[in-house]
């Protein structure tokens, strides 16, 4: 099959034709018919998560067609289409798996990191940690549901009940997630790179209320910012735009170093802190939540061949929404 393999930091991933996989114990085989394209990806192509798989296959936002079952691996049937996330496995046995909280598992192993992924024509799966889709989505607008979605959902319900929430960097998550929150009557204040006068129209189509830069104070303190860039500097800028008692969620998975700040902007109450990968139970609330607001997701198709092309786009901000690669 074909599939794009990741070779060392600072390389292009490299198309290659490599044996299919085979379903191991508990596994399905996965027919791929679109795989999104994560800013996680770009940390792994840049080297700044340690220790991937070595020749990995990337991807972690898989829709596809079960073609084959391993042993035992009976939640799906041949035939049916599934979602594979960032999540692969947890252990079941330590104290967050059992706690409900199995995104913190010790031993936890990720998709298109430790384990092989979606920018490939076939990737295995366990049968566990996989997701029915709903029907009212095609295959390229499903993808971004699986990490774009379910981490924007995770982040919002780590703000609680905010209703003026600020996102800090308006992509693939941010664009889903503001259609969540203005559904449940939130308001939404768009955080984007100083100038980036489409990004701001974007995010004004979607419903925003307000849209600046990231150097601008909002026009009312907000109770709740989610930041969605890798840039450390905007957790100071993010503390500063929220009211006393406002929670800063920090959503991805790498950050550049957070600046020194006085603590005065800490005072009151604020409280930063981060959300790590997802739990299966928030897939299956962000599934079954996505058609009834309905959310929309932007995407922009590419073929397998041409992620790199997809990774560029991504890093250099010209995409509205999310890439999404076709075998
Ligand atoms: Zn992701
Ligand atoms: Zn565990």
Request: aromatic share 8%.
């Amino acid at each position: 099959m074909r599939a794009m393999v990741f070779e060392g930091p600072g390389r292009p991933l490299a198309v290659t034709e490599i044996a299919p996989p085979t379903p191991g114990e508990g596994q399905l085989l996965i027919q791929v018919s679109a795989c999104a394209v994560c800013r996680t990806d770009l940390h792994i192509v840049d080297g700044e998560l340690p220790e991937p798989k070595s020749a990995l296959v990337p991807g972690h936002e898989i829709v596809g067609v079960v073609v084959q079952q391993g042993a035992g691996a009976d939640r799906f049937a041949v035939g049916d289409r599934v979602g594979v996330p960032w999540l692969g496995w947890t252990c079941g046995v330590c104290t967050f798996c059992r706690s409900g909280r199995e995104n913190l598992c010790d031993r936890a192993r990720f998709t298109g990191y430790q384990l092989d992924g979606g920018f490939a024509e076939f990737a295995v799966a366990d049968h566990r940690y996989c997701f029915a889709l709903p029907a009212e989505y095609p295959d390229v607008e499903a993808a971004p549901l699986l990490c774009a979605g379910l981490i924007g959902y995770r982040a919002l319900r780590a703000a609680g009940d905010a209703k003026r929430i600020g996102l800090f960097g308006f992509g693939a998550a941010a664009h889903i997630i503001a259609q969540v929150a203005l559904h449940e009557g939130r308001a939404i204040y768009a955080f984007t790179r100083p100038g980036d006068a489409a990004t701001a129209a974007f995010a004004r189509g979607l419903g925003a209320i307000w849209t600046g830069g990231s150097d601008a104070a909002p026009p009312e303190p907000l109770d709740a910012a989610l930041i969605f860039a890798p840039v450390g500097a905007l957790v100071p800028a993010a503390l500063r735009a929220v009211a006393k008692g406002g929670t800063v969620v920090c959503a991805g998975i790498h950050m550049s170093d957070i600046p020194s700040f006085p603590y005065a902007e800490l005072w009151g109450e604020r409280v930063v802190r981060s959300v790590a990968n997802l739990t299966r139970r928030d897939a299956e609330e962000f599934l079954a939540l996505a058609p009834r607001v309905p959310v929309r997701t932007k995407t922009s198709a590419y073929p397998l061949e041409r992620a790199n092309e997809a990774l560029g786009d991504l890093r250099h901000g010209r995409l509205e929404g999310a890439a999404v690669l076709v075998p």
